[in-house]
């Protein structure tokens, strides 16, 4: 009988399939990384319980493009400084990819609040210098972009581990709350970097009901970086949260927190 290929998939399968997860080459990306100070107010608010404010303010958007395994992959985050008890990070409010595999994977796994969209990091050779630009592209909306100059080669950094905390959690069926606790996630990521320089320019932030990053200005551009890195990723649940401390921010998750339910627009209210 031929083999149906919804059916069950043999043990030898999935040994192969996670074999080959363990040996994965380094995958190197080209990104963009913009740092700002921010509105202290304006972070606080963002950040969900248990997570607390950093002593900064700081806001980082990273837009990286990486030619995976053949296939181009655009990556974005855009992420606010955080604290959980000891662990000082990085909890991210959108992180754009340009491919629904890239995508499915963070979201189911880690938590993290992938969408897709439109990522591009362009970098053009002109009389005055290295001229770059970098966006962040959803509904037709650009609302983030990085332009500036290249400036010059910077010393390259000694590897660095780099924490960020995701929320991860359902709907419930039923569309009342969640259908098992929500955990917090801390994820360590191991990064290297082979080459990096600095560019002088700036962070453009556009209006957008649907990635509201304009809420949270540039009140001090502290510094953008183009460079070529790789990192790993490992993840560890380290407590539950309470459901309904984090029901108020289940919106930061979905363009429409109704659109989990699947129910049609409601009357009169427009797309």
């Given at each position: 009988?031929?083999?149906?290929?919804?059916?069950?998939?043999?043990?030898?399968?999935?040994?192969?399939?996670?074999?080959?997860?363990?040996v994965?080459?380094?995958i190197?990306?080209t990104?963009?990384?913009?740092v700002?100070?921010?509105?202290?107010d304006?972070?606080?608010?963002?950040?969900?319980?248990?997570?607390?404010?950093?002593?900064?303010?700081?806001?980082?958007?990273?837009?990286?493009?990486?030619?995976?395994?053949?296939s181009?992959?655009?990556?974005?985050?855009?992420?606010?400084?955080?604290?959980?008890?000891?662990?000082?990070?990085?909890?991210?409010?959108?992180?754009?990819?340009?491919?629904?595999?890239?995508?499915?994977?963070?979201?189911?796994?880690f938590?993290?609040?992938?969408?897709?969209?439109?990522?591009?990091?362009?970098?053009?050779?002109?009389?005055?210098?290295?001229?770059?630009?970098?966006?962040?592209?959803?509904h037709?909306?650009?609302?983030?972009?990085?332009?500036?100059?290249v400036?010059?080669?910077?010393?390259?950094?000694?590897?660095?581990?780099?924490?960020?905390?995701?929320?991860?959690?359902?709907?419930a069926?039923?569309?009342?709350?969640?259908?098992?606790?929500?955990?917090?996630?801390?994820?360590?990521?191991?990064?290297?970097?082979?080459?990096?320089?600095?560019v002088?320019?700036?962070?453009?932030?556009?209006?957008?009901?649907?990635?509201?990053?304009?809420?949270?200005?540039?009140?001090?551009?502290?510094?953008?970086?183009?460079?070529?890195?790789?990192?790993?990723?490992?993840?560890?649940?380290?407590?539950?949260?309470?459901?309904?401390?984090?029901?108020?921010?289940?919106?930061?998750?979905?363009?429409?927190?109704?659109?989990v339910?699947?129910?049609?627009?409601?009357?009169g209210?427009?797309?």
């Open positions: 009988m031929a083999r149906v290929r919804y059916g069950p998939r043999t043990e030898a399968d999935i040994a192969a399939a996670r074999s080959s997860r363990a994965l080459p380094d190197w990306s990104g963009v990384v913009a700002w100070e921010s509105d202290p304006a972070v606080a608010q963002v950040l969900p319980p248990p997570l607390k404010p950093a002593e900064r303010a700081l806001v980082r958007v990273n837009i990286s493009q990486v030619d995976l395994f053949g181009p992959l655009g990556a974005g985050s855009f992420a606010v400084s955080a604290q959980h008890g000891a662990h000082s990070g990085w909890y991210p409010l959108v992180m754009p990819m340009s491919t629904e595999r890239a995508l499915i994977g963070g979201r189911e796994v938590g993290e609040p992938k969408k897709l969209g439109e990522v591009a990091v362009d970098r053009e050779g002109h009389p005055d210098g290295d001229r770059v630009r970098a966006t962040l592209t959803r037709g909306i650009t609302f983030v972009e990085v332009v500036g100059r400036t010059g080669e910077l010393p390259v950094p000694e590897p660095v581990q780099k924490l960020d905390f995701y929320l991860k959690f359902l709907p069926v039923d569309g009342e709350g969640f259908d098992l606790d929500p955990v917090l996630v801390h994820c360590t990521r191991n990064e290297r970097v082979r080459r990096l320089e600095a002088e320019g700036e962070v453009i932030l556009r209006e957008s009901a649907f990635d509201p990053v304009a809420d949270l200005p540039v009140r001090r551009l502290l510094e953008i970086t183009i460079g070529e890195k790789t990192s790993d990723q490992r993840g560890r649940v380290v407590e539950r949260v309470s459901a309904q401390a984090l029901l108020p921010y289940v919106h930061q998750r979905y363009d429409d927190p109704m659109q339910l699947d129910a049609p627009p409601v009357p209210g427009g797309e």
